[in-house]
């Protein structure tokens, strides 16, 4: 128990670091070919997550595994120029492992299932020059606030389970205490903006409209992150799987720490889709 949580601890301060310094300096810093550095993070990010889908069905590296970690990458480095395009190569790559893999829906719509949130973290991070980046780092803390919330509530008060069935360990108190936490995080962030000077009169919203916008939609996104994470268990408990790899020490697999991620970037990105044009400053 205890070197699981030292192993936890190390990997979470590894892990960690290397994630939001590039999510902060990803538009600052380029490497070869004028790649972004958040870009090359979407792609090793996509690539992961690519391998461990296919280690999860067939525990090999296979034809098919090359084609999903192809797209992923090349769907994190188009999403900056053309995210349009990047859902359309995301589609192609769909269709092409679904021949490759005889006909294997669930298996190869896993690669929509990686891609769509990969091109939603691409669309927020570059859709503005102004405070994407900060609105990132929001969805990170949002959806990690909600996994802490949910553990340290659901552990200490308990209650009815959720769905025993796909995750034995989920409980409405900790479903409330995911929201409240996230709800928390994002006051601090709306005092941030304010204090940062990113709410101003041209955004047409005053600091109080800010930040109930930005709680209910914390409150929103953990809902939907802790639906992602049902999601996934139900992927492994039909696949009799209890993590999804052992690629992150004391952790599990990527998908075991983003699957509330991956739904919640993409509620976000169709968030600032409809509403970049509206005067919102984010």
């Not at 979470?12 to 958040?38: C, H, Q, T």
């Not at 697999?253 to 169709?270: E, I, K, Q």
Request: with cysteine; aromatic share 16%; proline share 3%.
């Amino acid at each position: 128990m205890h070197s699981n949580l030292f192993l936890r601890l190390v990997s979470a301060l590894v892990l960690a670091p290397i994630v939001l310094g590039s999510i902060w300096f990803g538009k600052d810093f380029y490497v070869d070919y004028s790649i972004p550095l958040y870009s090359i993070l979407l792609a090793v990010f996509g690539a992961g997550l690519a391998w461990e889908w296919t280690h999860m069905f067939d525990k090999k590296v296979s034809v098919n595994t090359v084609w999903m970690v192809l797209f992923a990458c090349l769907c994190a480095f188009m999403t900056e120029a053309n995210p349009a395009f990047a859902l359309w190569l995301a589609i192609l790559g769909t269709t092409i492992v679904f021949y490759k893999s005889g006909s294997r829906l669930l298996y190869s719509l896993g690669l929509l299932y990686i891609c769509i949130p990969l091109i939603s973290l691409g669309y927020i991070y570059y859709v503005n020059d102004t405070v994407s980046r900060e609105i990132v780092l929001w969805l990170f803390f949002v959806v990690w606030a909600t996994d802490i919330g949910g553990y340290v509530v659901g552990k200490s008060v308990g209650g009815p389970k959720i769905a025993p069935k796909i995750s034995a360990k989920k409980t409405w108190s900790g479903l409330i205490g995911g929201a409240v936490f996230a709800m928390a995080v994002a006051y601090v962030f709306a005092l941030y903006l304010n204090a940062n000077n990113y709410i101003t009169p041209t955004s047409g919203l005053t600091f109080e409209q800010v930040k109930m916008v930005l709680i209910c939609s914390a409150g929103i996104l953990a809902v939907v992150s802790q639906a992602g994470d049902f999601f996934e268990s139900y992927i492994k408990r039909s696949l009799n799987l209890k993590d999804s790899s052992n690629l992150i020490p004391g952790h599990g697999g990527l998908f075991d720490r983003v699957d509330g991620l991956l739904f919640a970037s993409v509620l976000t990105a169709v968030i600032i889709y409809f509403f970049k044009d509206g005067g919102m400053v984010f």
